[in-house]
């Protein structure tokens, strides 16, 4: 096959396959109802008032900072830049100034780094039941961009979700399940942790965020986190179709592109394995 045909004919192929599966998995498996799942109780998962001064800024109550400067930036080796990370910047942002800012309540977690780039998380340890199976969410989104535009945003702001199943404190120690960052759009989404069992009475949810470049502002907004035990029925736990990030303007890629739909399956596939077991559909 002519080289130049085989990145549209494998974006082809993967999209197809992707459309398959989000038109045919059947609606009562695909979305399990946030109401039907065991929840587990967070401290603080709206990221409400009031906040507590670290380094860098502040971080809402119930909820811990991180990040690494000095260091090769986490996207570095997948096309992102080179500049090492720099400390992050954190801070409420208020409902009653950015509505569009805010998913829930009246504020919501902000970290972000000025003309740099971050390798930055939030973290929690939550008392769970051993030998349950748990899954959390959070609601985040991006900007970033050189303009002061705050309706522009070029989606190179990413996040992904990890569940330290024996409590670990540090976001880089070994033997987290990360999920692969994903790209932040420029209104909130709901991401989705891998399905972990604790192998302890304590678990830690964690949430890293970085971006590509070093433009001038680089902010990811994090709102209403949930935590829960997955069904032992063999449900499966709340899911999205994969998405893939936008072409920036002139440098549309269709290899880059097709890789980005094959790894986004890949992700989405694996949570299938919850739906071996027998499930009764309604």
Excluded at 75 to 95: C, M, N, Q, V, Y
Excluded at 105 to 129: L, P, T
Excluded at 234 to 246: D, H, R, S, V, Y
Excluded at 265 to 281: S, Y
Aim: proline fraction near 8%.
């Amino acid at each position: 096959m002519n080289q130049t045909y085989r990145p549209a004919v494998r974006f082809l192929a993967a999209s197809i396959t992707l459309l398959l599966c989000c038109a045919f998995l059947p609606p009562s498996v695909a979305a399990l109802p946030r109401a039907t799942a065991e929840q587990i109780t967070l401290v603080n998962p709206g990221f409400e008032s009031p906040y507590g001064a670290v380094p860098g800024g502040y971080v809402a109550q119930g909820w811990t900072s991180h990040y690494r400067e000095n260091t090769l930036p986490p996207l570095a080796e997948s096309g992102g830049g080179s500049d090492p990370t720099r400390r992050p910047e954190f801070k409420p942002i208020e409902a009653a100034q950015f509505p569009n800012r805010v998913a829930e309540g009246e504020r919501a977690q902000v970290a972000f780094a000025f003309y740099g780039i971050m390798d930055a998380a939030f973290s929690q340890q939550v008392d769970v039941e051993q030998d349950r199976d748990v899954q959390f969410s959070i609601q985040a989104h991006g900007w970033s961009t050189n303009s002061d535009d705050p309706g522009q945003h070029s989606g190179e702001v990413y996040v992904s979700l990890g569940i330290g199943a024996e409590g670990q404190s540090w976001p880089w120690e070994h033997g987290i399940e990360w999920t692969r960052y994903e790209w932040t759009p420029g209104s909130y989404q709901t991401y989705y942790s891998r399905v972990v069992t604790a192998e302890s009475e304590r678990v830690t949810l964690f949430v890293l965020v970085t971006n590509k470049w070093s433009v001038k502002h680089n902010d990811v907004y994090l709102d209403d986190a949930r935590c829960w035990y997955v069904a032992e029925s063999g449900e499966l736990p709340p899911q999205n179709c994969p998405e893939c990030p936008p072409c920036e303007p002139g440098t549309c890629n269709e290899e880059q592109i097709a890789t980005t739909v094959v790894e986004r399956l890949e992700e989405w596939f694996a949570g299938l394995r919850w739906v071996l077991a027998p499930v009764e559909l309604e």
